[in-house]
Nanobody, 125 residues
Framework: QVQLVESGGGLVQPGGSLRLSCAASGFSLDSYGIGWFRQAPGKEREGVSSINSMDGRTYYADSVKGRFTISGDNAKNTVYLQLNSLKPEDTAVYYC??????????????????WGQGTQVTVSS
């Protein structure tokens, strides 16, 4: 069964950090491009970061550049998103997605084949 499972979300104070995990089962992530997206209440889903499997190239939304870092561990079949210097506006449900072409992007959700169920990140004092 093909599945993506996110974890690592939670409640954190402004300026704090979290590390989100995206674990795959039923397929190997090292041949898939992976994207992280988020959706806040009343807003559209937006791309946060992504990584290509072919060349390891990464992409970041302007709003998270310098604060978030995407990385992968093929041995664990898991992709991570490190969230630092968190702001209240980062509050959202975070989703990971896998693209079988091996490429990735943060602007077109239709290219992704598999999605996780999401993990809630809340930044509040």
């Amino acid at each position: 069964q093909v599945q993506l499972v996110e974890s690592g979300g939670g409640l954190v104070q402004p300026g704090g950090s979290l590390r989100l995990s995206c674990a795959a089962s039923g397929f190997s992530l090292d041949s898939y491009g992976i994207g992280w997206f988020r959706q806040a209440p009343g807003k559209e889903r937006e791309g946060v970061s992504s990584i290509n499997s072919m060349d390891g190239r990464t992409y970041y939304a302007d709003s998270v550049k310098g604060r978030f870092t995407i990385s992968g561990d093929n041995a664990k079949n898991t992709v991570y998103l490190q969230l630092n210097s968190l702001k209240p506006e980062d509050t959202a449900v975070y989703y990971c997605a896998a693209d079988g072409s091996g490429l990735s992007n943060i602007v077109d959700i239709s290219t992704y084949d598999y999605w996780g169920q999401g993990t809630q990140v809340t930044v509040s004092s």
